[in-house]
């Protein structure tokens, strides 16, 4: 389990390599877009036409990459109210395998319907109003954050077993710490 977690650490490091300076960069455009249409708008009486359409482009994708590194580093919202009423760690291991699980199928359901969403949108070529962008750049980012979901999930799913299975090693994981 060791080694599979290891080889999932190194394509996490990649990927987090890759998705971080994406995410900033995004950042950095969505701000200076929608403060430049504010600016355009209110002070030199010009609305941009389009811009909303960029900011929307770059939203999406902002918001699921973001949840694809909440994802990573193991801080997107959960109810984990188990360590409070238990203090027994072999249930509390049994309930984090339990929750993987769940979250595991809703993010398979979750790819199998942006992968439907992202080819029909491939397949109606329709485009937004002003701009004319192919929707699927949107629709994309849905499907790419699921299979990352996935890819993450699966790595919290071998990393709860382990725990598990060999609760001496439960301090050694292979979930990134946060910062």
Known sequence: MNKLLGIMAAIDRV????IK??????????????AYGIFS???????VFGLEELVLLGAMWLYMLGA???SRERSHLSADFIQVI???QAVI????????????FMACMFATWSYDLLEWGISRGQTSTVLKL?????????????????????????????DFCYPEQAKTTA?????
């Open 15 to 18: 990927l987090a390599f890759i």
């Open 21 to 34: 300076p994406i995410v900033v960069l995004i950042s950095l455009a969505v701000a200076f877009m929608l």
């Open 41 to 47: 708008r209110s002070v030199l009486q010009v609305p």
């Open 68 to 70: 694809a590194l909440a």
């Open 86 to 88: 238990c203090k027994n």
């Open 93 to 104: 291991r049994v309930m984090h395998m339990v929750a993987t699980i769940i979250s595991l």
């Open 134 to 162: 192919p929707w699927y750049l949107s629709q994309s980012s849905l499907f790419l954050a699921s299979l990352l979901f996935i890819f993450y999930l699966i790595r919290d799913f071998i990393s709860d077993l382990r």
């Open 175 to 179: 979930v990134p710490e946060q910062h």
